[in-house]
T-cell receptor, first 112, second 111 residues
Framework: DAGITQSPRHKVTETGTPVTLRCHQT?????MYWYRQDPGHGLRLIHY???????DKGEVSDGYSVSRSKTEDFLLTLESATSSQTSVYFC???????????FGDGTRLSIL | KQEVTQIPAALSVPEGENLVLNCSFT??????LQWFRQDPGKGLTSLLL?????REQTSGRLNASLDKSSGRSTLYIAASQPGDSATYLC??????????FGTGTLLAVQP
């Protein structure tokens, strides 16, 4: 795949705990994205970054925060996890302009 | 708000058939449109990207068309093979390449 590593790949945690997911890229792409995928809803954009320290909200950003201190890393944090945040989380990268997005293999997160 | 619909939701065909997957979207002010495939338990693989100024794009046995004014795109798969079995997703792209996804078409190609 396009040099995108998501960690962890699987995580089970309890309601109320903080959770951080990491996306690491080796492609030096400027844009990075976090999506969640749920049955019946498809993929929905949580947050995205258009450069180091430049981030913005997506469609379903409530309960999530992000940080990007380096080009290669984009972190997604659930400050206090809830059961409704159980999902599969995907990171994606792209360059500006009419360039395709490339996806990581996903993180399966279960919140009990 | 952009809404994306993919029809059919599921499709089963015998090997060798040509098939068409449909995607419609409500906001025609898009920059481009991408088609992806997703295998079970995996991430998305980009298949084709059509720029808003283009009418179609081809890659091997795949051909995607775009009619931006009517809010429609189709993915044509020629001579389908069992390895084509997957979920196919379309996603119109906006500013900063933000994508809005449909819920996909689950394709099964029977040997």
């Amino acid at each position: 795949d396009a040099g995108i590593t998501q960690s962890p790949r699987h995580k089970v945690t309890e309601t109320g705990t903080p959770v951080t997911l990491r996306c690491h890229q080796t492609e030096n792409h400027r844009y990075m994205y976090w999506y969640r995928q749920d049955p019946g809803h498809g993929l929905r954009l949580i947050h995205y970054s258009y450069g180091v320290k430049d981030t913005d909200k997506g469609e379903v950003s409530d309960g999530y925060s992000v940080s990007r201190s380096k080009t290669e890393d984009f972190l997604l944090t659930l400050e206090s996890a809830t059961s409704s945040q159980t999902s599969v989380y995907f990171c994606a990268i792209s360059e500006p302009g009419d360039q395709p997005q490339h996806f990581g293999d996903g993180t399966r997160l279960s919140i009990l | 708000k952009q809404e994306v619909t993919q029809i059919p939701a599921a499709l089963s065909v015998p090997e060798g058939e040509n098939l068409v997957l449909n995607c419609s979207f409500t906001d025609s002010a898009i920059y481009n449109l991408q088609w992806f495939r997703q295998d079970p338990g995996k991430g998305l693989t980009s298949l084709l990207l059509i720029q808003s100024s283009q009418r179609e794009q081809t890659s091997g046995r795949l051909n995607a068309s775009l009619d931006k004014s009517s809010g429609r795109s189709t993915l044509y798969i020629a001579a389908s093979q069992p390895g084509d079995s997957a979920t196919y997703l379309c996603a119109p792209g906006g500013a900063t390449n933000k994508l809005i996804f449909g819920t996909g078409t689950l394709l099964a190609v029977q040997p």
